[in-house]
């Protein structure tokens, strides 16, 4: 589908937060992005219109069995006053990695790509610029037929919404604690956790509430077949510096392939670090805390950024990790991925795309 898209812009526009408001999608932009799926059409009809409610049949089949996806990514206002997207070509790709793992259609690459720019520039003002705030852009895709037999759906909808957001956590950048889960799992091999659709983040409501009623920010999922490998951290990446190592668990399909984890794999490769994508079971870890070589652990994500991890536990047992601190290669970290991010920065890997 190559067809323009069509603007419609509101008569009513809301009240926009200070920056200094923002939390994490608790808000949302005057306008949205909206395209049609029918089998007989292929893609239809993009649009943006007013952000408004959208009206679904009760039987609509994404109600009953979760045929979806959704994407997560942001624009940033530098200094200059440019608006930046971080990365989108790696969100258009996993984008249509997803959609093609949950039977939905794929969009056609060239008009994921302008329904962002596009949308993000009618709604330019709802930029923030303080530094650690940003335009949260959520793409989503429903299986919007009316249909109750299970099979893919043969209609579905594209939409995108925009939220001024500020850090994920409220407690910003200061190092979270962690419950180890061994107890449930989030996804096993051949099976939804390297897409990015509802059921994953369904999959782990459960074991995040009990540990936030614990008084812990975020959970570690384990491997779901020997509950020993350390997989991901809520919904964020996750990683560690072991004596003069770096390690994350690698992409066998249970865990999301993330951008803001590629992006750090990128520059510490760059940096001389030493770098494994690695199969790690939590009992190294565990045991590299009693040596004194565990140096780091932190979560990397778009919504999270770098997050740091100031306390694991697990079985009982707490470990501080850094002293609770954040570490200097975690700051290290969001300094540079945040510089390029808001223009601040070189971006010689052309991760920025400009929204003009
Ligand atoms: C993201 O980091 O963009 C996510 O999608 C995580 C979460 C808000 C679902």
């Not at 530098?78 to 997207?85: E, P, Q, T």
């Not at 056609?108 to 720019?117: A, F, G």
């Amino acid at each position: 589908m190559t067809d323009a898209i069509r603007i419609t812009r509101t008569s009513r526009r809301k009240e926009r937060p200070r920056d200094q408001d923002l939390a994490f999608g608790t808000v949302f932009t005057d306008h949205m992005f909206v395209a049609d799926f029918q089998e007989e059409k292929g893609w239809y009809d993009p649009r943006v219109e007013p952000y408004a409610p959208l009206a679904l049949d009760p039987a609509t089949a994404v109600l009953h069995y979760g045929q979806s996806l959704f994407e997560g990514l942001k624009a940033f206002r530098g200094k200059d006053g440019r608006i930046r997207l971080f990365r989108p070509q790696k969100h258009v790709e996993r984008l249509n990695r997803t959609a093609r793992r949950m039977c939905i259609p794929a969009i056609d690459p060239d008009l994921i790509l302008r329904s962002w720019t596009t949308l993000v520039d009618v709604d330019r003002d709802w930029v923030p610029s303080a530094v650690g705030t940003s335009l949260y852009i959520r793409p989503t895709v429903i299986a919007s037929e009316p249909f109750l037999g299970v099979r893919p759906a043969k209609e579905y909808l594209y939409y995108v919404i925009l939220s001024p957001v500020g850090p994920y956590y409220p407690e910003g950048l200061a190092p979270t604690r962690i419950k180890v889960i061994d107890q449930y799992v989030r996804a096993v091999a051949g099976g939804l956790g390297e897409a990015k659709t509802s059921a994953n983040y369904a999959a782990s409501l459960y074991a995040a509430e009990e540990a936030k009623h614990e008084g812990f920010t975020q959970v570690l999922w384990l491997d779901g077949v020997h509950h020993k490998y350390v997989e991901e951290v809520g919904t964020s990446n996750f990683m560690l510096k072991i004596g003069d190592e770096v390690i994350t668990p690698p992409l066998h399909g249970t865990i999301l392939a993330g951008v803001t984890r590629d992006s750090a794999l990128v520059l510490m490769r760059e940096w001389g670090l030493r770098v494994s994508e690695r199969q790690i079971t939590i009992d190294e870890v565990i045991e590299a805390a009693h040596r004194g070589t565990l140096q780091e652990a932190w979560a990397t994500g778009t919504a999270a950024v770098i997050s740091p991890v100031g306390e694991l536990a697990y079985k009982g047992e707490r470990i501080v990790v850094h002293g609770g601190k954040i570490g200097e290669l975690s700051q290290r970290l969001y300094d540079t991925i945040v510089g390029i991010q808001y223009g601040a920065a070189p971006d010689p890997h052309h991760w920025t795309v400009l929204v003009e």
